[in-house]
Every structure is written in C-alpha cells, then in structure tokens.
C-alpha cells in the first residue's frame, strides 16, 4: 500500500512550484516539464525547467522531512 500511495502522490516543483497536474508548458502548450529529481514520499521535486536547483537538491539543501504536496489516494 505504501508503495502505491508513493507512486500516485502529487509532487511539486521546490524551483517554480510546478507540480504532476499542473507542468510548466511554453505559450503553445507543447512544451512540458518532467522531474529531474522527485521524491514522491515527500511531495517535492525539481522540474526539467528548474534545473538550476538540481545541485541543492543533490546536495540535501531541502528539509527532507516536510511534505509540500498532497497524498492523492
């Protein structure tokens, strides 16, 4: 169960606050983010348009222990 309740969690980008409903897309919408980094137990992530906040996110700069988004089950 926990595993599936991961699986179907809603992430948010910790970068622009982008999340697995709401991407980033250009003005046309045929451009879309996708998760560089994502931690679904957590509910964050950094999107491919947030690259920049890969390094702190490898280097552990984000509290790890606070959800940000909500569990979808």
Request: overall charge negative.
């Amino acid at each position: 169960m926990t595993m599936a309740r991961n699986l179907l969690s809603i992430a948010r980008c910790v970068g622009c606050g982008c999340s697995d409903n709401e991407a980033c897309c250009d003005t046309k919408g045929t451009d879309v983010c996708y998760w560089l980094r994502v931690d679904r137990t957590l509910g964050k992530g950094v999107c491919s348009w947030c690259a920049e906040y890969v390094p702190a996110w490898d280097a552990g700069e984000y509290d790890r222990r606070t959800r940000i988004g909500p569990i979808d089950v």
